[in-house]
């Protein structure tokens, strides 16, 4: 995660983007009834993985429920304890209005399935981060008509203050970014 903005001694570099995609978020989660969750897409690199991070530390800091999947369980944190489930956990245990969060990869390309239940029945606001490759989302999406959000690409500026955070030559990174685009896990990568 440290290659898309989180430094553990510096923090999360937060974008405009997080705070525009977390208030249509919200949005949709108070207004769309018949929605059960969200995708938020967009090219890779761009920091995807890292608003999910976002989204659980803002709703820790409103002291709100939600929950973030593991590869092997996932965590809920509600009503000041910190609970460990396992991913195939009776959806009983998520309480309405949770913001259950999931980042698709290799391992894991689809939302565990106590989630995508607990989304099927409208108790929980599901948020799945994935590439825009079908197969991560397309299937979850049907069956909890779930919407999406596109997220905008890196701009310069915001690499620049992710080279800053880093500490790294940022005329360097500037290169990269013109040469290779807005991924600012490209541009760290070939650094």
Known sequence: ??????????????????????????????????????????????????????LLFRRLSERRPVALEQPDFFI???EGGIYRYPLRADTRYLPEGTWVLSDSNDEAPQPCST?????????????QTASPLKKRWEDWVKYCDADMFVMNHVSIEEITALSKIFGLDVSNVHRLYRKWGPSARTCLKLL
């Not at 983007?17 to 969750?37: I, K, P, Q």
């Not at 989630?115 to 948020?127: D, E, G, P, Y």
């Open 1 to 54: 995660m440290s290659e898309l903005g989180y430094n553990e001694t510096r923090g999360l570099l937060v974008r405009p983007e997080y705070d525009v995609a977390f208030d249509v978020l919200e949005e949709d989660h108070r207004t769309v009834e018949e929605c059960g969750g969200v995708v938020v897409t967009g090219q890779p690199g761009i920091g995807k993985t890292c608003f999910l991070y976002y």
């Open 76 to 78: 809920l944190f509600h």
């Open 115 to 127: 989630f995508k239940n607990a989304a099927k029945l409208r108790t929980v606001w599901l948020i």
